[in-house]
């Protein structure tokens, strides 16, 4: 049975928490009308992401600017691509901005961990109609279910990724460390962390900037053991052993100077600037780094294991992506919509191979789609050693990037930052987010967090 076969019966991402809440919370967006970011255009819609037309160029600007000239060559509605960088993009208020001030995009970049903000704030377009039932099958459920709230689709995946930890083996070989030596628990984690670490280099990085990304790559710590972020199904929600435990291994990496308070490049998603340049030993991150590393190192040696697991707990690894979604306040939101699904969700062998190029060539992520997925396993894009481990070991395990509201996340956040940074108890920390957080639900009703 193929590494493909095996995710589409056990499903790439799993799904499904409760509706928490009952009273409506505060409009997230406010002023949300309006078009794009020159004042609004049916007839020329803007579409912002952090991929292209990139200055510096390379193989997925292209892939943006090629998409949108085909579709601009048989439309008569036209899209204009409007590139940021990914820091600002990913770390920076100009989205947000923008939509309050009446002028958001008409077409953008989202991931799982900001969707509420925009779908309780009654900006994101429904895309079913532009859709067949043929084409919303094609995608894997899990990938698809959290950019859904009631059977609709407000968003298009167009790759799924998981995270795992990158090593490099010539640190392993100085360290008189060998594959067997690879850490399944925690504690082996941070010994090996340890022996990894000299003076021009640590041991381990975990990401230490602010954002939905750490979030993201934080969660895994926190499942493994049994935590949660939001009370449901009867556990106790943030503040509990499991979140404890969590937030305490990112702090004793910190206080144990094998992993740094800082990385390196743009975030500690940056396999070539972090793992490649020798800042770092292993280096949790996603599988895009796969594609960076044979760009920008590729003749870097390293390895991938799956996240180490603490004693008693389950493995699992946090799986995200960035979708395509469709301004419902912009200027012409139904030609935005067709866009989208054009781009992302198109049954002819050219949308097909537009998946494949972006998921396997371009970049290196898992296809959202079925039909993606087998043609890019017949032209046997996952045969490396890296994407094997990624395939083999890491998806089994994987569980979709949760969609919480910006006050969630926030709370959470702020509770890894004080702990991983500032020394605060991981307990306290706890007990500070969670309260937080159970005052907010309390007054909450939107769309489920998933």
Known sequence: MSAFDRMSRRSLLRGGAAMLGTAVAAPLLSACGGGGSGGGNAKELTFWNFYGPNPQAGGQSKWFTDLVAAWNANNEVKVKLHYMPTAEYLAGTALQTAFAAGEGPDIFLLSPGDFLRYHNGGVLTDLTPHLTKEQIADFDAGVLATRQVDGKVYGLPMEAEPLGMLYSEDAFEQAKLSEGDIPKNWDQFLDVAAKLTTKD?????????????????????????????????????????????????????????????????????????????????????????????????KDFRYGVFPLPVPDGGTYTTDVGGWAFVANAKGANPEAAAKFVAWALAASDAEGIERGRQWNTVVKTNLPTRKSVQDAAQAAGAFDSPQLKVFLEQIVPGSRGEPRYTPEVYKAISDAIQATQLSGTDPAQAAADAAGKIDTFLKGYKGAAML
């Open 201 to 297: 280099r640590f041991g381990v990085l975990f990401e230490t900037i602010p954002g939905y990304y750490q979030n993201f790559t934080w969660y895994p710590f926190m499942w493994m053991g049994g935590g949660a972020a939001v009370p449901e199904s009867g556990n106790p929600g943030f503040n509990s052993p499991a979140v404890h435990a969590a937030l305490k291994l990112w702090q004793d990496a910190v206080n144990a100077k094998v992993a740094p308070r800082k990385p390196q490049g743009d975030g500690a998603g940056n396999g070539p600037a972090n793992l490649g340049s020798g800042y770092v030993a292993m280096q949790q991150t996603g599988i895009w780094s796969v594609s960076e590393m044979a760009t920008d190192a």
